[in-house]
């Protein structure tokens, strides 16, 4: 079974082919990326997802917005919590 061995996605290498799926979290606050959030995606890497997918991101907030707490994605104003 080759589900623990590393595999490349063109030069980028993982360390197993584990992928975890995006999905609404309603972690974040005014569309941005909270210490929740974070905390939740930091707990998955260290679980050992070689590869995890963050939820949607609204790209006209809110106007496209489908959750409770969206992450938005629509202004540089959330880079820097993003870059985290």
Do not use: Q
């Not at 080759?2 to 063109?10: A, V």
């Not at 909270?34 to 590869?51: N, P």
């Not at 006209?60 to 938005?72: Q, R, T, V």
């Amino acid at each position: 079974m080759k589900l623990f061995e590393p595999i490349y996605i063109g030069k980028l290498r993982l360390n197993d082919r584990l992928v975890m799926a995006p999905m609404t979290l309603n972690l974040c606050k005014d569309g941005f990326v909270t210490d929740s959030m974070i905390k939740f995606y930091e707990e998955r890497a260290k679980g050992g997802v070689g590869l995890i997918i963050i939820g949607d991101g609204i790209v006209d907030f809110p106007i496209g917005n489908n959750a409770k707490e969206p992450l938005a994605v629509d202004d540089d104003k959330y880079i820097p919590k993003l870059k985290n």
